[in-house]
């Protein structure tokens, strides 16, 4: 999942172009799990604060905090989310001086059908400011939403690998014994 690929459409129209013959042909829109689960595997493990309300049926799922602070001298200091950041990319920067933020805002389907996002909010520069990587699913995304801040995430489908037929893994097998048996023939003259 990557964000930034599709910042020029709208839920709905990067849909249509999931069809065979179309730009997104062979991906799909990642479900509500699909998103929780890339949280926790990308942010679990270096945030200074990591909630997880799944069994309470929270809003907000799941929530990843990392402080931008150095404790020792209290300045500004990257958190441990920052590489994670970088790798996903993201969608708008803002300049509001004395920092700078990335905001990288994934849309997906929820599991009740409904549209909402993966907030993720990467401060630099600033020691008060903390990064957020955050998962909605109350459904507050229209599929007609134009701003060039969101994205759709999308999943690239498993390519599926035929099965051999049985009658060719049976021809190969006596074709195996019919060479092992003219070989063993050969050598013993």
């Known amino acids: 999942m990557d964000f930034g690929i599709n910042n020029q459409y ?71 989310l920052k590489a994670a950041f970088d790798a996903m990319s993201f969608n708008l920067q803002t300049v509001d001086s004395p920092y700078i933020r990335y905001d990288s805002i994934g849309m997906y389907q929820t599991n009740n059908g409904a549209i909402d996002g993966l907030y993720i909010y990467d401060y630099r520069g600033v020691a008060d400011k903390n990064d957020v990587a955050l998962v909605e699913t109350n459904g507050g995304i229209r599929a007609d939403f134009d701003t060039p801040s969101y994205s759709t995430m999308l999943v690239k ?33």
């Open 10 to 80: 709208t839920y709905s129209q990067v849909s249509n172009m999931l069809a065979p013959g179309n730009l997104y042909e062979g991906w799909r829109i990642a479900t509500e799990d699909e998103v929780i689960t890339l949280v926790i595997n990308a942010f679990f493990a270096d945030a200074d604060r990591f909630l997880d309300r799944r069994p309470e049926d929270h809003p907000v799922p799941v929530f990843a905090v990392g402080e931008n602070i150095n404790e020792s001298t209290g300045s500004y200091e990257a958190s441990g």
């Open 157 to 189: 489908g498993a390519t599926e690998v035929p099965e051999p037929s049985t009658l060719a893994i049976f021809a190969l097998s006596i074709l195996g014994l019919g060479l092992r048996c003219l070989k063993k023939t050969h050598h013993s003259k």
